[in-house]
Structure formats: C-alpha cells, structure tokens
C-alpha cells in the first residue's frame, strides 16, 4: 500500500515537473514571438484574448480577470496598466461599487488581438509539436493532446 502511494506521488511529481518545463518552453517561445511580431508578451496577449472575449459584457473586475489567468491581482494590476498605457486597455471604478476596479479592451486592444491571434496559434502548435519529441515533455503533450471522447 504505501509502495504504490509512493509510486503515485512520484508519478505526480514528475507530472509536474513536465508540466512547469513544458510551460516555461512554450511561454518563453510564444514571448519572444508574439514581442517581436506584435509588441507584447504572452501574458499581455493572454488578458486582452480574455478582455476580448468578454467584452460583450462590458469588461470584468480585476480580480475575476486575475483569476481567469491565474495571476495574482497585484501582478495583474501593473500588467493592466502596462496595456493602459499602450492603448490597449482602460481601468475604470464601477459605478455600484467604488472598491471595484473594471478592465476592458479598447478597439486598438482588439485590433492587436486579431493579429496577433493567427501567430499566438501557429507558434503554440509548433511549440506543442517540438515539444512531443523531447523526451522530457512527450508524455505530457500526448497526455494534454489526447481527446477521450475519440
């Protein structure tokens, strides 16, 4: 019994360590891609993908923005107000409640998205595909790649 408990956590603990090496990989060459093409990183690509989405709705606070990427809020503050300065996006307080602080996508912001969405998704496929031939990473990509309903 403790055998296999031992061999599970060791599975899960190498799961992860392919996990933060996978991610660490891709972030960093969907970074210098979408820098170099479009001017922002992966993170600022991510919030104004996700502002975009939501934007129908009129923004989203920040804390709810925070944790629909899995930053924290002050990180995600200053990453705002890095897009905020650019153009890209604007901060306002709502109106029902003062405490809360909304961000949202200005049209330059969504302009930016559309281009850089094509490259965001051609670049993380090939980062994914380049990723299945390393050995340190294969089994998780196939794990991630892999739909059960087929």
Do not use: C
């Amino acid at each position: 019994m403790v055998a296999a408990a031992r061999g599970r956590r060791n599975s899960e603990h190498e799961l992860w360590r392919q996990l933060l090496l996978l991610v660490n990989r891709v972030g960093g060459t969907l970074d210098k891609k979408l820098q170099r093409q479009h001017g922002v990183s992966v993170s600022e690509f991510t919030v104004l993908s996700t502002l975009a989405d939501v934007e129908k709705g009129g923004g989203m606070r920040m804390q709810e923005l925070a944790d629909a990427v899995g930053m924290s809020q002050s990180t995600m503050s200053r990453l705002v107000g890095r897009l905020e300065s650019g153009g890209l996006a604007t901060r306002t307080i709502s109106d029902q409640d003062r405490r809360a602080m909304y961000a949202r996508i200005t049209e330059q912001g969504k302009e930016l998205v559309a281009e850089a969405d094509g490259t965001f998704g051609k670049e993380l496929g090939v980062a994914l595909d380049m990723a299945a031939f390393d050995s340190s990473t294969a089994s998780l990509v196939a794990r991630l790649r892999h739909d059960p309903s087929v």
